[in-house]
């Protein structure tokens, strides 16, 4: 059962730091508007950003506490039991179903067809300068709506 501990004392720091220090992930946090539901209607997040907060330290913290009794079974100052195998264990499910939850949130947030919040509507680079002279203004409005994206629609002023 030695085997079980010093596993659980070399992955669970990992996932604590898989959970706090994912890439960009508190930056995507900070800049989501999070409001609550509002009484009588159906908008609004159950996971507001508070609960976020008090779910997110109850994991890590849970994380923690988990590494610190594993230490202090593989230094001898606590028994190893059935009973401590099965609580280490639902910590570990803990922090593995928050990282798989995430995990598809993100995906799914990802791969969604249309875009929201912040990055939904990216503005291009902007053009650069006009060469020489040598292109006419119509070549320039086709050269920007390429560029832009729109190909195949009239731009404002263009006739076909």
């Known amino acids: 059962m030695r085997d079980f501990y010093t596993t659980l004392a070399q992955v669970l720091p990992f996932l604590i730091l898989a959970i706090c220090w994912d890439s960009k992930y508190l930056d995507r946090l900070r800049d989501q508007d999070r409001e609550g539901k509002k ?19 109850l994991v890590c913290s849970t994380t923690i506490a988990e590494i610190a009794v594993v230490f202090l079974v ?23 179903g ?12 990802a791969t969604r067809r249309g875009k929201r919040g912040p990055e939904a509507a990216p503005v291009p680079p902007p053009l650069p300068p006009a ?7 119509a070549e320039r409005a086709a050269d ?10 009239q731009q404002p002023g263009q006739q076909h």
């Open 39 to 57: 009484p009588g209607t159906n908008r609004g997040y159950f996971w507001r950003k508070s609960r976020v907060r008090i779910f997110g330290i």
């Open 74 to 96: 593989l230094v001898g100052a606590i028994a190893d039991s059935a009973a401590l195998r099965v609580v280490l264990l639902l910590g570990l499910f803990l922090v593995l």
């Open 98 to 109: 928050t990282l798989l939850t995430r995990l598809c949130v993100d995906v799914g947030d």
């Open 131 to 137: 060469g020489d002279g040598d292109t006419d203004q």
């Open 144 to 153: 920007e709506s390429v560029h832009r994206g729109n190909l195949g629609q």
